[in-house]
């Protein structure tokens, strides 16, 4: 277990303050990279030394550097996004603290362009693309509903939700149905073309800071409920199988790592601990305390993690049996 207050394996410094952070969860992009700060949007790319010998530690190359305005509070990237064709294209979806949503699209040359989504009457919490085509995208937000939105900045549909919208999720092995976790608890599974719930979950801790649906296993859900970590697997309960009393001041994120479907990321609040766990074994495989801690994002197809900590990256490689 690595145990310390301020190490990482590798960092990065940012010019502002980091509010939240994003690899590219498709393989085609995977090595993109999106951070978020108090008014830009910076886009690079990253090559660490796990997968490639030639490179001492981490290699990061800025390939933008958008003007966004308002604090940036969530990222989706787009599965469009692709830099190995011609002519190339980087599409990504914002939320800021404006409620609205900045659908920015780029061909790294000259042409940059953004579209603003508007609708929401409160603060957005979460946004995604649907990972197949990407031509729709979906969000929720402190206005207690749930939209989708198709390319243009058309609303395709709204649900109701019975409290704030904490999370929202779309996986790829199943892109008929987006999971919505809300405040209050209860996390929902909507099918899109009825627009009706189809499956229903309750988080017995309370309140629900964020829910994540795992890549590498579609059945298992995991939240933060209060200062809880709560695992859901869908075939067998509506109530967690499992609860573990993580943080004794309360959570604020809960993620699965994407190359392995028995890890999770936690951050706890107010103090910025981050621990990694892994869920199968019952094992602590990272807990260090940052003094800011602002989003996590774990990397496609290696086991390392990516945490805004103030004006910096920083970066670690979890170890598992």
Request: aromatic share 8%.
């Amino acid at each position: 277990m690595i145990e310390d207050h301020q190490g990482s394996d590798y960092f990065l410094e940012i010019k502002d303050i980091v509010q939240v952070v994003e690899f590219s969860p498709f393989e085609w992009s995977s090595n993109l990279l999106a951070v978020g700060t108090t008014s830009r949007v910076i886009v690079g790319s990253c090559r660490f030394q796990e997968e490639d010998k030639e490179v001492d530690g981490l290699q990061f190359e800025q390939l933008r550097d958008f003007h966004h305005g308002p604090r940036v509070t969530a990222i989706a990237w787009s599965p469009q996004t692709a830099l190995a064709i011609i002519p190339r294209i980087l599409r990504l979806v914002t939320a800021g603290g404006d409620r609205i949503l900045r659908l920015f699209k780029s061909d790294l040359k000259n042409e940059d362009a953004v579209q603003l989504l508007e609708g929401h009457t409160d603060y957005v919490n979460d946004v995604v693309f649907e990972p197949e085509k990407g031509d729709q995208l979906a969000s929720v937000s402190d206005d207690h509903t749930c939209r989708v939105w198709d390319l243009s900045g058309v609303q395709k549909a709204s649900f109701p939700l019975g409290s704030a919208g904490m999370s929202i999720k779309w996986h790829p092995m199943d892109s008929l149905k987006i999971m919505v976790g809300e405040k209050n608890g209860t996390i929902r599974f909507y099918n899109l073309l009825s627009q009706q719930p189809l499956l229903s979950l309750d988080c017995t801790s309370k309140p629900l800071r964020s829910a994540d649906w795992c890549l590498g296993d579609a059945l298992k859900v995991a939240v933060m409920g209060a200062g809880d970590l709560l695992i859901f697997d869908t075939s067998r309960s509506s109530l967690p199988v499992e609860k573990k009393p993580i943080f004794s001041e309360g959570g604020k994120q809960a993620l699965w790592c994407k190359s392995n479907p028995n890890i999770v990321a936690t951050v706890g609040a107010p103090q910025g601990q981050i621990k990694v766990l892994n869920t199968k074994f019952n094992q602590v495989l990272l807990n260090v305390t940052c003094p800011v801690s602002y989003g996590l994002s774990w990397h496609f197809r290696m086991p390392i993690l990516v945490a805004g900590v103030d004006r910096q990256l920083k970066f670690w490689v979890i170890h598992s049996t």
